[in-house]
């Protein structure tokens, strides 16, 4: 029978499944090392949400073994937007990013699991949807540099500042 248990590594929780009854043990008993457990902020923008392909890009990161942890609905206003994005203030994008990001409801997410932050990004595809192959989220669903459907942390510092941003007051 399979169930899960809780794998805790450091502060955070990672979760693999069992396929025995000879398989109960926990971590600590059995001396096994989960690597590398991450926590990565994905946001489907509106744009995403409009296309209505939020199931088809959730599929693909379940498929890719990682779990939703947080997931909410969040018309994010100009604040949390500034907020999010104040290293590309002054960029000559910045305010049609902002207006994008303002335009309608956007799902946020955290995914966890093992190495999230680099699958979730290999999983989007680079951040220019003309030059993310087929079969990535930004390369299917994309439609240009600044409209490309999906956001994911680019690393641990960043995903938990984002974190904070978006789920800081349900932690
Ligand atoms: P994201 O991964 O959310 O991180 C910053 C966002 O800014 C990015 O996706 C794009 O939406 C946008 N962006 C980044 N670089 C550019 C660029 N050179 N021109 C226009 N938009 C950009």
Same mark, same amino acid.
């Given at each position: 029978m399979t169930r899960e248990v809780a794998i805790y590594l450091r502060t955070q929780t990672c979760t693999r499944k069992e396929t025995?009854?000879?398989? +109960? +043990?926990?971590t600590q008993e059995t001396g096994e090392i989960t690597k590398n457990c991450e926590k990565s902020l994905i946001i489907i923008k509106p744009d995403g949400v409009e296309k209505k392909v939020v199931g088809d890009i959730i599929s693909r990161f379940e498929r890719a073994d990682l779990e939703i942890e947080r997931i909410r609905v969040l018309e994010i206003n100009k604040t949390i937007a500034y907020s999010h994005y104040s290293e590309h203030e002054?960029? =000559?994008y910045f305010e049609r990013l902002v207006n994008y990001m303002t335009s309608g409801p956007s799902i946020i997410m955290i995914i966890k699991g093992e190495n999230a932050i680099s699958k979730c990004r290999s999983i989007m595809g680079p951040t220019d949807p003309a030059k993310? =192959?087929?079969?990535s989220i930004r390369g299917d669903h994309g439609s240009d540099i600044t409209f490309n459907t999906i956001h994911g942390s680019d690393c641990a510092e960043n995903a938990q500042r984002e974190i904070n941003i978006f789920f800081g007051n349900y932690l």
């Open positions: 025995s009854e000879n398989d +109960k +043990k926990t002054g960029r =000559p993310a =192959p087929s079969g």
